[in-house]
């Protein structure tokens, strides 16, 4: 009989594997690990960037339509004098009203002396106001303050054809070359007999303001909007995108003597002198959104600041990860 003589690892070999087992396990550990910020990390840029396009894409749209009223050009939106207001106004308490070109406050509508300005643009001081403009966002709360607030005046969507696709709550504008009539679904349909050549649109007085949630306490954009019921209301029943920290737009002026459709310089709007805005100087914008990812990243500390343009934002030193966004507009029509 042959015998078989059976052998084990020994000591030193058992050693030997526990210690290749212990670096490789710290080295998947490691792996792991890494793998795990750097997911974490895509995904607060992904939100960054998400978050950023889709604000300034909606934003700028805006602007660049600011003062297009269809057919109506080159002639005064002064009420009475041109245009027609067949609907009923809204009330000063219900409305947007500025008064920074002149004494009379002026609202979402043409005035009969000739008020209209297609923009505004101005920053919530430190005492959450506009400096007595634009109360219908002062008076909410949670404002960021240094953070602009930008109104805004035009038509939008596309024609329409018939009394059948107007809607209760809005406000619409006809117009031709020569004339034109700010209407809502229980005024007469200006039809081509009283009004030849003319399109109708809606009409739209747009706000974007920037606040602090109460529900999520994020930083968020939202937008304010034309309603023919109460006036000036809030889009949606919640904000438009969050994550928007701070806004700044710059307005691009034409300094020339002689103007030449050229920018020479841009300036915050408190840097626009009432005879440049009523000269129809104001031809350009640029924005800045300072965007912050909605949730913090322990493995991060961000000591930057940012500069939007004339406004430094200093560095937080949280766990937040931020993005600038900045966008150059051309106004094409403005009216004054």
């Known amino acids: 009989m042959i015998r078989h003589s059976q052998q084990g690892f020994t000591l030193i070999e058992w050693l030997i594997a ?4 212990l670096f490789l396990t710290a080295g998947i550990s490691s792996f792991l690990v890494a793998s795990q910020r750097s997911t974490e990390s895509t995904y607060h840029s992904e939100q960054l960037m998400e978050s950023g396009r889709i604000a300034m894409h909606v934003i700028t749209r805006d602007l660049r339509m600011v003062g297009f009223f269809g057919e109506y050009t080159g002639n005064p939106m002064v009420r009475g ?19 920074w070109i002149g004494s009379t406050p002026e609202g979402s509508f043409p005035s009969v002396d000739g008020r209209f300005s297609s923009l505004f643009v101005g920053q919530i001081n430190s005492s959450n106001s506009l400096n007595g403009q634009y109360s219908c966002v002062s008076s909410r709360s949670n404002l960021v303050v240094d953070s602009d607030v930008i109104g805004i005046k035009r038509v939008i969507g596309s024609p329409i054809q018939s009394a ?69 209301q ?27 459709g050229v920018v020479n310089d841009f300036v915050s709007s408190d840097n626009v002198t009432p005879q440049q805005w009523s000269e129809g ?50 106004l094409r029509n403005m009216v004054y």
């Not at 994550?243 to 307005?251: D, K």
């Open 164 to 232: 059948g696709e107007l809607d209760s709550d809005r406000y619409y504008f006809a117009a031709n070359a020569a004339s034109a009539q700010i209407f809502t679904s229980t005024d007469p349909w200006p039809t081509e007999t009283v009004m030849p050549g003319r399109q109708i649109w809606e009409y739209q007085h747009i706000v974007y303001y920037l606040d602090v949630s109460a529900q999520s306490g994020l930083p968020v954009l939202r937008q304010l909007y034309l309603d023919n019921n109460s006036g000036m």
């Open 18 to 21: 526990i210690v290749i087992g």
């Open 81 to 99: 004098s041109g245009v027609e207001l067949v609907a009923t106004d809204v009330t000063a308490a219900n409305d947007c009203t500025i008064d």
């Open 281 to 330: 100087r104001v031809i350009g914008a640029k924005v800045f959104l300072l965007v912050r990812s909605l949730t913090e990243d322990k493995n991060y500390t961000n000591g930057n600041s940012y500069e939007l343009g004339d406004l430094t934002v200093a560095a937080a030193n949280d766990h937040y990860r931020r993005a600038l966004f900045e966008s150059v507009v051309s």
């Open 234 to 260: 809030i889009l949606g029943s919640g904000p438009l995108v969050e994550g928007i920290e701070r806004m700044r737009v710059l307005l691009g002026v034409d300094t020339d003597t002689t103007q030449d």
